[in-house]
């Protein structure tokens, strides 16, 4: 079945470092692709919708400019947390739909993001 | 915001026993979903119920779908310590997922 690749699947990182993570679709192409955030024992909340080759749509209240989203060709798309601080560290998902639009959408494994 | 809200918000079962979990949401949607997260890790899909369809299985599953109460449930039979994790619903809106606040299930051996 379709897998999605997510990395890395753990930072632990210093306050005031941006930290990098990938969203790679491994058998299909994904024309649009989405991160999730999800604190301890809470939902998914979705943060932005990534589209290849356009600017991301971002959910109200998150912050585009603390989470960069590019979505360069149609296997991957990076979330970059800038300037993080202890208040980011959480569990961010990624997960990805083909260009059809299929259903489901296919997780990746998450990132568990700590911040010193 | 979450659309969806289920319950119960956790659950402690016997290996052996059924598992029920609800959903409730609150807008019209194009179908529902059935997400499974083990501790740390990612979603598993599981099940997809359409809008104009009431019941699904799959396996040990039973997902069911009122969509006049805006209610769907899923039942795990002959349940394993292996299905312990969360059970999350997804309402389809639009291009995107709206989860609901998941059920914790813990199966016992």
């Known amino acids: 079945g379709a897998v999605v690749s997510q990395h890395p699947s753990w930072v632990i990182c210093k306050s005031g470092t941006s930290v990098k993570i990938e969203c790679r679709s491994l058998?299909?192409?994904?024309?649009?692709m989405f991160w999730y955030r999800q604190f301890p024992k809470q939902s998914l909340m979705l943060m932005a919708t990534?589209?290849?080759?356009?600017?991301?749509?971002?959910e109200q209240g998150v912050e585009k400019d603390k989470f960069l989203i590019n979505h360069a060709s149609l296997t991957l798309s990076t979330l970059t947390v800038t300037s993080a601080h202890p208040e980011d560290s959480s569990f961010y998902i990624c997960?990805?739909?083909?260009?059809?639009?299929?259903?489901?959408?296919?997780f990746g494994d998450g990132t568990r993001l700590s911040i010193l | 915001s979450q659309q969806g809200e289920e319950d119960p918000q956790a659950l402690s079962i016997q290996e052996g026993e059924n598992a029920t979990m609800n959903c409730s949401y609150k807008?019209?949607?194009?179908?529902l979903q059935w997400y499974r997260q083990n501790s740390g890790r990612g979603l598993v899909h599981l099940i997809l119920?359409?809008?104009?369809?009431r019941e699904k299985h799959s396996g040990r599953l039973r997902v069911t779908l009122d969509t006049s109460k805006k209610s769907s449930s899923l039942l795990i039979t002959a349940s394993r310590a292996a299905d312990t994790a969360s059970y999350f619903c997804?309402?389809?809106?639009?291009?995107?997922?709206?989860f609901g606040a998941g059920t914790i299930l813990r199966v016992k051996s």
């Open positions: 807008t019209s949607i194009n179908n």
């Open positions: 990534s589209n290849e080759g356009s600017k991301a749509t971002y």
């Open positions: 119920i359409r809008s104009n369809e």
């Open positions: 997804a309402t389809d809106k639009g291009n995107k997922l709206v």
């Open positions: 058998d299909f192409q994904a024309t649009t």
């Open positions: 997960s990805a739909r083909d260009y059809l639009g299929g259903q489901p959408q296919h």
